[in-house]
């Protein structure tokens, strides 16, 4: 009968095994689960931080660039109104003579030779023909007559 007890007894200890390991299984999943989800969260909230900082950075860039280009083509707005309202470019459009397109090659000159930017300044008439151009090369000015042989 002890055998029996014993053999009962370990028969009932394997069974109480198997539920505490089904139990315990079961118990780790639900952890690792549980786990898993705040994982999720907290790697979701942080990648969503990083985005919203990432477009954040991308349209301060932007911004700058567009204030840098928005000065650069004022200024360059305000340079063709200097040239625009000139004595000498509007005595040329009223006469296109070659004194009057000498003047406003020497106002071309001055102007691309004060500014940092203007290597080339063109002047194109109604009929889509360039008129006058003014090259500013290493403080060399040429006009659009004296053109090199590598144009």
Same mark, same amino acid.
């Given at each position: 009968? *002890? &055998? ?33 989800? &705040? ?33 650069? &083509? &004022? ?63 290493? *403080? ?6 004296? *053109?090199?042989?590598?144009?």
């Amino acid at each position: 009968m *002890r &055998l029996f007890d014993t053999v009962s007894q370990v028969t009932h200890y394997f069974k109480y095994i198997k539920t505490l390991n089904k139990k315990a299984v079961f118990f780790i999943v639900i952890i690792l689960v549980a786990i898993n989800i &705040l994982y999720s969260m907290v790697f979701n909230a942080q990648l969503t931080e990083l985005k919203n900082e990432s477009v954040s950075q991308q349209v301060n860039q932007v911004q700058v660039m567009m204030n840098v280009i928005k000065r650069s &083509l &004022l200024t360059i707005y305000d340079d063709i109104n200097v040239i625009r309202r000139s004595d000498e470019f509007t005595n040329y459009i009223a006469e296109p003579n070659e004194t009057n397109k000498t003047e406003v090659e020497m106002l071309f000159s001055r102007i691309a030779s004060s500014k940092d930017g203007f290597t080339q300044i063109r002047y194109i008439d109604k009929t889509g023909m360039e008129s006058i151009r003014v090259n500013i090369k290493k *403080r060399f000015n040429r006009s659009c007559g004296e *053109r090199s042989a590598s144009e």
